[in-house]
């Protein structure tokens, strides 16, 4: 069941980001949209309304208390009220450590971890005001979960946004609000510039064809669409005893991400010196040490062979 919930949506300048807004329309609900650029929101409410669905957009960049507060305002303003807030506005800076400059991190961190927080926390005071729950949906990253080259910004702030998403759980369930981070994976501008998937994607666009099974299935990539769903199920009733979660969604994997936790412990009577630590490491904590970055895919389609002319 799916009742009538007005959600608010600042959303990325990218294609995922309308493709929710619809499904809440065929569901009768109502949406407020807002970017960086003025055409996505403006199209995209645009794109609901002509079907016969409401939607406001908001033309402004999300990061300041300002800007989510005058979202929020507008969704109570058209709408009446407020109880879906989805956290989606993004940008990339991506630099390697030593060539990213204090403004591609600044910047970054303003619109993903500072927008969330500012969005999520005006959200959270109208929803307490109003006194009948409400859902933070808040989006993160692969990247944030397991790091990724060249994205020093990008990783933090959406490690930090999971971080929020559990911290802000245990704040708001008194009042009723669940939140919960999605880990979206999904075939956008970026994700064409890694080299396995690039051909794929860009044969699919050409043919209209589905991705492959290994694509959909092994790592877990699909089409912005393909993420919808789980931003409308966390927005509905069916999801009321969700909240703290970090949830993989992409191709046709749904997926729960664990939470941090202590891997291997040893003990030394008395506390540890660097020695006795350089000394137990291999053989004892360090023995399994923990992966890092997002893995390569792997196509398991063999390259056809090369040929050579002949002499």
């Known amino acids: 069941m799916f009742p009538a919930r007005w959600p608010s949506s600042p959303a990325r300048a990218a294609a995922s980001a309308a493709r929710t807004p619809r499904r809440w329309r065929r569901r009768g609900r109502r949406s407020s949209l807002t970017t960086w650029t003025a055409t996505r929101p403006r199209g995209s409410a645009g794109g609901i309304t002509a079907k016969g669905g409401r939607a406001a957009a908001v033309v402004a960049p999300v990061g300041s208390a300002e800007v989510a507060e005058r979202l929020v305002d507008t969704a109570v303003k058209e709408f009446g009220r407020l109880d879906v807030m989805v956290t989606n506005a993004g940008i990339l800076r991506d630099r390697v450590l030593w060539k990213m400059t204090d403004d591609d991190f600044d910047a970054v961190i303003g619109v993903h971890l500072r927008g969330t927080f500012t969005c999520a926390r005006a959200a959270a005071v109208r929803m307490r005001e109003q006194g009948s729950g409400g859902r933070l949906i808040l989006v993160s990253s692969p990247a944030g979960q397991r790091g990724n080259f060249g994205q020093t910004n990008y990783a933090a702030a959406k490690a930090g946004v999971v971080a929020m998403a559990r911290t802000w759980a245990m704040e708001l369930a008194r009042a009723n609000i669940t939140v919960n ?5 999904a075939a956008t501008e970026m994700t064409k510039t890694i080299p396995a998937f690039a051909p794929v994607i860009e044969e699919a666009e050409r043919t209209g064809k589905p991705f492959p099974d290994w694509l959909r299935r092994d790592e877990g990539l699909g089409t912005v669409e393909d993420v919808a769903p789980l931003v409308v199920f966390l927005a509905s009733d069916a999801s009321a005893g969700v909240t703290g979660q970090a949830i993989g969604i992409g191709g046709d994997r749904l997926a729960l991400w664990a939470h941090p936790k202590e891997k291997a412990v040893a003990f030394a009577d008395g506390g540890w010196t660097a020695d ?14 923990e992966t890092y970055g997002i893995p390569a895919p792997r196509n398991p389609v063999p390259e056809a062979p090369k040929t050579t002319e002949a002499r």
Request: glycine letters at 10%; aromatic letters at 6%; proline letters at 16%.
């Open 276 to 289: 006795a630590i350089a000394a137990a490491w291999e053989p004892g904590v360090g023995a399994d040490p």
């Open 181 to 185: 981070a999605v880990v979206p994976v």
